[in-house]
């Protein structure tokens, strides 16, 4: 009796694990769909849709992942990707029921970029060199321009296929390129890509 007792009891322990799992992904989930709700309540000119990362690509010269939506959800070439924190990369290839998506770091991304405590102008680069250590290089800064690090590093929408004001980063520090032309910044990003499920695609 004893026994059939301890059987009876782990099996109810079980059920009660994997309740316990079931309302662990619900509430995840659930604080997905509410962010993405905030997104599209604060952005309400744009077309938002949803996506989870099924893959990473990661190799040295590339930081590339990808997502289960394609152009049978309307995502196409150029598309920006982004989270709740900020900006995370663009779409680089479209498929009919997958997309690939370069992040911020990876080293062929580049995109107009402007300090939101001064208004100063600036370049968001990926570098090789950066990668692993989840940076990104901030480029073409007007040689003794006020920037300091902690300044908050946004897309400055110039090109018109990013929205603007969207976070990048941080700054970490600040310094002079060897030719003494301009200023250069490394850049922390808002985004942890190490935590990376969801994403949203404008």
Not at 53 to 65: C, E, G, P
Not at 165 to 190: F, R, W
Not at 195 to 200: D, H
Request: proline content about 1%.
């Amino acid at each position: 009796e004893l026994l059939a007792e301890n059987d009876d009891l782990k099996s109810q322990i079980r059920e009660m694990q994997s309740l316990i799992e079931k309302a662990e992904q619900y509430k995840h989930e659930n604080e997905k769909l509410k962010e993405l709700l905030d997104i599209r309540e604060s952005n309400t000119n744009m077309t938002i849709e949803s996506a989870l990362i099924i893959a990473w690509n990661d190799t040295s010269w590339s930081s590339v992942f990808t997502i289960n939506k394609g152009t049978k959800s309307g995502i196409s070439l150029n598309d920006c990707v982004m989270t709740d924190e900020g900006f995370v990369g663009i779409v680089t290839k479209a498929e009919h029921n997958f997309s690939e998506v370069s992040t911020l770091i990876d080293s062929k991304t580049s995109l107009g970029s402007v300090i939101s405590r001064t208004g100063v102008i600036a370049v968001a680069r990926g570098d090789f060199t950066l990668m692993k250590e989840s940076k990104l290089r901030l480029s073409n800064i007007a040689l003794g321009s006020d920037v300091k690090i902690g300044d908050k590093v946004l897309t400055s929408g110039a090109s018109g296929l990013i929205p603007p004001d969207l976070i990048i980063g941080t700054v970490d520090y600040v310094k002079t390129e060897k030719n003494g032309m301009s200023d250069y910044a490394l850049i922390t990003p808002s985004v942890d890509f190490n935590e990376l499920s969801y994403v949203y695609v404008v």
